[in-house]
């Protein structure tokens, strides 16, 4: 069935207007003004408010098994997204000891076939580098799963990669046209600052926080990014928090290297004091939450397009999980959820707030996202013959953010009592209606695989 969009303000990475828009065969059929009702085309009016691309959320956690809990599957993980405005999500396929990297994608994508509201592409984790095969790299690229995870930390889970690991995947990648993406932590300040913490007692959610300090991830990302320089490949840093990685990113831009980075609405939002309070476990995340100081440099960074990608880092637990860890940092199942909550955060304390144009704000959740990952052009924007991902968004509908509204799969939100205004009230996939006036009506059947293509498509410099 055709579906027609009227009279909603359609928003781009570089436009704003206000326009018809039709949907057929699951493509964006036509934009224009006073389009023609196609007969028995359900009619969605959109007056007052905005018709956004669905978000690309680039850094989800799904079915993450953490001391000894499990994460959101994929049916929960999902459904969050449709109710949050997010169509295409990107989560992590992890190799088990002895298994290549296609037979771990063959039984993930086996996990999530079916039970997914939007659509999933995966990233490859390369670890274990003795267990990698040369041809791994392009054989992940031609699948359509063209960047890989690395870790410079959790030598004891068996995901950190020496320097010369890390050289060597991103000469690999660099050749074949994959992009690596880097956890970026200096795991020896870590373990060291871990050590003597344990040692004088000190093991709350708190002092979680002192043992990950800004300096550890500075380092770590200077580090890694002079190997991707040396190799002469992109890197993509993950989860940007402190001022000092956004320092060590500037330096290397204006080096001429080819750096993106991403940073998370908790980053952006909460205040490292959230650890000390009587709930601080269900704050702990990696690497934590800081000061003000870095948070304002985060902001400044989103400006600057230092930082191209705002992404969740989703990793949904149970506050009964959490909890377990409320004595002891080490026992807490690290992570945030954030999916259902991206957009509207983003759009309350970033455009409504003056930090972000609405333009700007699609650019870092759609548009940029699509361009480094290789999702476009079938998404991240607004024009014909694009995927019909599609959001109507309400500008002026106040909410409170509880568990409730958002359909997730945890009993508590890191935002929650948060007063914001503009939510969305439909979500389109390909076509079809998943969230409609804020009501699920799409199966969990519909998401499906997304095979990427070409990755860093030069955010900032397409064709305006």
């Not at 359509?144 to 690395?150: A, E, L, N, R, Y």
Request: hydrophobic fraction near 40%; charge should be negative; include cysteine.
């Amino acid at each position: 069935m055709a579906v027609i969009i009227k009279g909603g303000k359609l928003v781009t990475a570089i436009d704003s207007y206000t326009a018809d828009l039709l949907v057929e065969d699951g493509k964006i059929a036509e934009i224009g003004i006073d389009l023609a009702e196609p007969a028995g085309a359900d009619v969605y009016d959109a007056a007052g408010k905005l018709v956004l691309p669905g978000v690309i959320d680039a850094h989800v956690h799904v079915d993450l098994e953490l001391r000894g809990h499990a994460s959101s599957g994929f049916l929960a993980t999902t459904r969050e997204a449709a109710f949050g405005g997010v169509t295409s999500f990107l989560t992590y396929v992890t190799p088990r000891k002895g298994e290549g990297l296609m037979e771990a994608v063959n039984a993930r994508r086996a996990q999530a076939d079916g039970q997914c509201y939007v659509d999933y592409g995966l990233h490859a984790s390369l670890i274990r580098w003795d267990d990698r095969e040369d041809d791994e790299i392009p054989r992940m690229i031609e699948a359509g799963i063209p960047s890989f995870k690395m870790y410079t930390v959790y030598s004891d889970a068996g995901l950190a990669s020496e320097e010369n690991e890390l050289y060597q995947a991103f000469l690999l990648a660099g050749r074949h046209g994959g992009l690596i993406e880097v956890h970026c932590e200096n795991e020896w300040m870590i373990e060291s600052r871990i050590t003597r913490l344990t040692n004088q007692g000190r093991l709350s959610a708190a002092d979680h926080a002192e043992s990950r300090p800004g300096y550890a991830e500075g380092e770590a990302v200077a580090a890694v990014v002079r190997v991707a320089y040396d190799a002469g490949a992109p890197v993509y840093i993950v989860h940007v928090s402190s001022g000092e990685a956004v320092k060590t990113i500037a330096e290397a831009k204006d080096l001429g290297i080819d750096v993106f980075a991403e940073t998370c609405p908790h980053f952006l939002l909460l205040d490292e004091e959230k650890l000390a309070g009587a709930d601080g476990q269900r704050f702990a995340t990696c690497p934590p939450i800081r000061s003000d100081v870095h948070r304002e440099e985060l902001w400044n960074a989103l400006e600057e397009e230092l930082i191209q990608v705002v992404a969740t880092d989703h990793a949904e637990f149970m506050s009964e999980a959490k909890d377990e860890g409320a004595a002891d940092f080490r026992k807490i199942p690290m992570g945030v959820p954030g999916i259902g909550t991206l957009l509207p955060l983003m759009w309350q304390f970033g455009v409504r707030e003056g930090r972000l144009t609405e333009n700007g704000l699609v650019d870092l959740l759609s548009t940029h996202p699509a361009e480094i990952f290789g999702l476009c052009p079938e998404k991240g924007t607004l024009s014909p013959e694009t995927d019909a991902d599609i959001i109507i968004f309400d500008p002026a509908l106040d909410v409170t953010i509880t568990p409730d509204i958002l359909h997730g799969y945890t009993d508590y939100s890191p935002y929650e009592g948060l007063k914001v205004t503009g939510w969305p009230v439909g979500t389109m996939v390909r076509g079809n209606w998943v969230v409609k006036d804020r009501e699920l009506v799409g199966s969990h059947e519909l998401g499906s695989f997304i095979k990427r293509g070409k990755v860093c498509q030069r955010p900032g410099h397409r064709a305006k």
